[in-house]
């Protein structure tokens, strides 16, 4: 086998394994903690679509792109996060987001980490002929006869071979999202040390994003504001803020925001 022919050979066996294998956007497929599809299918706004709304990235600060996109009503249901040493298409990505029922995937744009040299072992047979002839003499009561012979002999082994390869690997990612209904609107953080010096209590949700379109949007609740009591129950910390709103959704609820410095009661009407 010529050198061409060989490492033609090799070109072709490769396509033919990175073709076999899975998309590393199902293989490392991470569902968000907490995410079952039973409470996803609870929250949504609407069924699946057809056809996911795609959007692209560069790689950047993980809680920012979240928060981002939760402003716009959208919660994270999973991720692919993954290094490959072989391109990735993102009509997997498309895909897998089809497979886990996703509104929206936001796929990140590659990132190449660097190269790795090997080389790859082939062995291929080899075979050798060799040929010989001869004579033998005989005497009997006619005389001496003379007889002649010859033949081949086949060895058969084998040759190996080494082949240098490179592979350029690259991070690659996905993440994936539903647009939720949400009762309120508003996401909440716990107080810092100086908010608690500031306002002589360790009660208290600080207001750190609202959801465009929600009830806390509509009723103007702003980032910044620190939502004290929901139905006259005091807020301990942000968990006690998200049980209380879970607790009641659906249901209209008096809130009391403190708001530099001065008090405001509002009454929402929540989503169930």
């Not at 069924?47 to 792109?65: F, L, N």
């Not at 690659?172 to 002589?200: C, P």
């Not at 049980?243 to 509002?266: C, F, N, S, T, Y």
């Amino acid at each position: 086998m010529s050198r061409h022919a060989f490492r033609k050979s090799i070109c072709l066996l490769a396509a033919i394994l990175i073709t076999g294998c899975a998309s590393g956007y199902k293989q490392f497929y991470r569902p968000a903690q907490g995410a079952s599809p039973e409470l996803i299918a609870s929250l949504r706004v609407a069924p699946p679509p057809a056809s996911p709304v795609v959007e692209r990235a560069t790689p950047s600060d993980g809680k920012a792109i979240l928060d981002a996109y939760a402003k716009r009503g959208y919660v994270m249901i999973g991720n692919s996060m993954f290094n490959s040493g072989r391109p990735e298409s993102e009509t997997s990505a498309i895909l897998q987001a089809k497979d886990v029922g996703a509104d929206l995937v936001l796929i990140l744009d590659p990132r190449y980490t660097g190269s790795v040299t090997s080389s790859i072992p082939i062995t291929t047979p080899t075979s050798s002929t060799s040929y010989s002839t001869g004579t033998a003499t005989a005497y009997g009561p006619g005389g001496p006869v003379t007889a002649y012979g010859s033949g081949t002999t086949t060895t058969y082994g084998s040759t190996t071979n080494y082949v240098p390869i490179t592979i350029n690997r690259s991070d690659y990612g996905a993440v994936y999202f539903v647009k939720q209904r949400f009762g309120l609107g508003a996401f909440g953080r716990d107080l810092t040390d100086n908010e608690r010096q500031e306002l002589q209590t360790n009660k208290g949700a600080v207001v750190r994003l609202v959801v465009d379109g929600t009830p806390a949007f509509n009723a103007d609740i702003l980032v910044g504001d620190i939502i004290t009591s929901i139905d006259g129950i005091d807020i301990v910390n942000a968990q006690a803020f998200s049980e209380l709103l879970r607790d009641r959704r659906g249901k209209r609820i008096a809130l009391v925001v403190l708001r530099r410095g001065h008090r405001i009661e509002k009454t929402v009407q929540l989503n169930p």
